[in-house]
C-alpha cells in the first residue's frame, strides 16, 4: 500500500562554530498547504556544545524562531540539547528545574510562537535527583514530562554512573501548536529506550499517533555498506516499530564530536507503514521540515489492524503468571 506522502523541506544550517543557530534561513521554503488534518514538524539536528546551557538555549530559540516562521507546530530537538551528552562531572552544574530560568525562555518562544517544542536537558528533582529528560512545551506550558528509563552503562556509554532512571511510558494529548485539526496522542522515547520492544508496546497500547524519539546515537559498530552499525539499527527500529504499531515515528538525533566520539545524525519521519518519507542523509547541522497526514493513520489501521487484534488479555495472564513465579523463586 503506497501512501500520500507531504512535501518535505530542508532548513539549511547557518554558517558558524558548532553549537551555534540552526536554520534562520533568510527565505522560509513554501510548504504545500496542508490538507485536513495535517501537520508540519521540524526535527532539529542539531550540535550542542558540551556544558555550555546559555549557548545551546540561544540557538534553540533561533531555530524555534525559524521552525515557527515556516508554520511548523513542533520542533524535536536531540536528547540533551540544552546541555550536549558526554556531561559526566558536569551534570550538576548544568542541571534545571521546571522552573528554571531557561525552560522559562522555551516556554515564552512556544506562546509566542504557536509552536510545541521537544528539547532535552538534565532535569533536577525537587529531592535533587538528576534525570536525562525531554519536555513539550506548548502554548507556554509544560505538557509532559519523560525521564529516560533505559540508562545506557555499556561499551562507550556511563549514564547509570550519573543520573537516575525514569520508571515510566505515558502517553498525552499533544496539542501541536493547535495547527492539527484532529486530536494527537503522542509518546517520547529518549535513545536507548527505543532499543527495548516492551517501551512502544506501552505507548500503543495507550494509542499513540505519534513515537517521538529524541537521541544522541554515537557512530558505533561495523560498517554495513555505506552506515554504520547503529545507524543500520536505528533504521530497523524505528521502521519496524512504525509499522507494527501504525503510528508515525519521528527521530531526532544529533550531530557533531564530543570527547572524540562522533554523532551520526540521520534524523527521519517514518510513517504508519514504516517508509521512511524525510530524512537528513548524514551528519549536517539541519532542520528537516515535513508534513504528518493525519490520514495515513486511518489508512494504515484500515489495511493492518494490528492493534485491534492485539492480545493483551493474554499479555496481562502471561506477565502475571511469570511474576507470580518470580516471587516463588
Known amino acids: 500500500m503506497v501512501l500520500e506522502r507531504s512535501r518535505t523541506s530542508v532548513i539549511p544550517t547557518v554558517a558558524g562554530a558548532p553549537g551555534g543557530p540552526v536554520g534562520a534561513p533568510s527565505t522560509v521554503p513554501e510548504l504545500i498547504a496542508n490538507p485536513a488534518g495535517s501537520v508540519t514538524i521540524a526535527l532539529a539536528q542539531f ?13 534553540h530559540l533561533t531555530t524555534i524562531e525559524g521552525a515557527a ?18 556531561l559526566k562531572d558536569q551534570v550538576p552544574e548544568v542541571a534545571l528545574t521546571i522552573d528554571s530560568s531557561e525552560v522559562g525562555a522555551l516556554r515564552d518562544a ?18 535533587h535527583r538528576f534525570h ?5 512545551i506548548s502554548g507556554g506550558d509544560v505538557v509532559h514530562v519523560h525521564r529516560k528509563v533505559y540508562l545506557p552503562t555499556y561499551g562507550l556509554f556511563d549514564e547509570q554512573r550519573y543520573v537516575a532512571a ?8 499533544a496539542p501541536l501548536g493547535a495547527r492539527a ?3 494527537w496522542r503522542a509518546g517520547i522515547l529518549i535513545c536507548e529506550d527505543l532499543w527495548h520492544p516492551s517501551a512502544p508496546a506501552l505507548l500503543a497500547r495507550q494509542g499513540v499517533d505519534l513515537i517521538i524519539c529524541p537521541s544522541a546515537s554515537p557512530g558505533r559498530g561495523q560498517l554495513q555498506g555505506e552506515a554504520v552499525g547503529t545507524a543500520s539499527s536505528y533504521d530497523v527500529m524505528t521502521r519496524t516499530y512504525a509499522q507494527l504499531f501504525t503510528t508515525y515515528v519521528l527521530y531526532c538525533n544529533r550531530s557533531g564530536f564530543e570527547d572524540g566520539v562522533g554523532f551520526w545524525g540521520g534524523s527521519r519521519v517514518v510513517d504508519p507503514v514504516g517508509a521512511v518519507v524525510a530524512e537528513v542523509r548524514g551528519a549536517q547541522e539541519s532542520v528537516l521540515l515535513h508534513s504528518l497526514e493525519r490520514s495515513a493513520i486511518r489508512r494504515a489501521r484500515v489495511a493492518y489492524p494490528l492493534l485491534r487484534d492485539e492480545r493483551n488479555d493474554v499479555n496481562d495472564a502471561e506477565t502475571d503468571r511469570l511474576r507470580r513465579r518470580h516471587a516463588r523463586g
Open 166 to 173: 525514569g520508571d515510566r511510558f505515558r502517553a498525552f494529548d
Open 69 to 86: 516562521a515556516a508554520r511548523a507546530g513542533l520542533v524535536v530537538f536531540p536528547e540533551l540539547s540544552l546541555t550536549g551528552y558526554f
Open 110 to 127: 512556544s506562546r509566542e510562537g504557536g509552536i510545541d517544542i521537544v528539547a532535552g536537558l538534565i532535569l533536577e528533582s525537587d529531592e
Open 132 to 136: 536525562n529528560a525531554a519536555l513539550y
Open 47 to 59: 550540535y550542542p556544545r558540551l556544558g555550555d546551557v546559555a549557548a545551546n538555549l540561544a540557538a
Open 181 to 183: 485539526d484532529h486530536r
